[in-house]
């Protein structure tokens, strides 16, 4: 039996066998197949990018995804797609946070309630108070799931320096959003 996949990863990782095909025959320059990876990338690619990147994560998630098929021929092991996709997304998506200008966000006076689309509006507008370093810890840790030791592996930071980037961003987030 299947297990479903989690949040932090796509439905189509859950068919190895197909995912090999896939990047293999991509790997051989197969059209098609590149066609059909890149709708199993692109969303994946995509949310990552976004929360990073913010405004440019579209743009973050596009460079990503350029970097992504230009190399896919040095890709060893087409098991590690995701992991592979996810450390050239984060680092596409800090690089394109970081030539952005930053912009201070008007105070929330009130939190909005579940569900409310002001919600979704009122968080963007506190990420864009962090800094991409910031975003890119807090995506990871706690979006895609990963402990921190993993986190700093797909950084290239200490275990400690994640640590403490995630503790300030976590402040600084619950500072801005007036709790």
């Given at each position: 039996m299947t297990r479903p996949p989690t949040a932090a990863e796509p439905a189509s990782r859950t068919d190895p066998a197909?995912?090999?095909?896939?990047?293999?025959a991509a790997q051989d320059g197969d059209v098609i197949a590149m066609q059909d990876l890149l709708?199993?990338?692109?969303?994946y690619v995509g949310r990552l990018a976004g929360p990073i990147a913010l405004d440019d994560g579209p743009d973050?998630?596009?460079?990503?995804?350029?970097?992504?098929?230009?190399?896919?021929g040095h890709l060893h092991e087409p098991a590690a797609l995701f992991g592979w996709a996810r450390a050239i997304t984060v680092r596409e998506a800090v690089r394109m946070a970081r030539r952005g200008p930053r912009t201070a966000?008007?105070?929330?006076?009130?939190?909005?309630?579940?569900?409310?689309?002001?919600?979704?509006?009122?968080?963007?507008?506190?990420?864009?108070r962090l800094t991409p370093e910031h975003r890119a810890v807090l995506t990871l840790r706690d979006l895609e799931g990963l402990?921190?030791?993993?986190?700093?592996?797909?950084?290239?930071l200490p275990v400690g320096t994640v640590k403490s980037r995630l503790s300030r961003a976590r402040r600084s987030f619950r500072k801005a959003w007036g709790r």
């Open positions: 197909r995912l090999h095909t896939l990047v293999r709708a199993v990338l692109a969303p973050a998630a596009q460079e990503a995804l350029t970097v992504i098929f230009k190399n896919i966000a008007a105070e929330l006076t009130e939190v909005p309630a579940p569900g409310d689309p002001q919600l979704a509006a009122d968080i963007r507008d506190v990420l864009d402990d921190e030791q993993a986190v700093g592996a797909l950084l290239a």
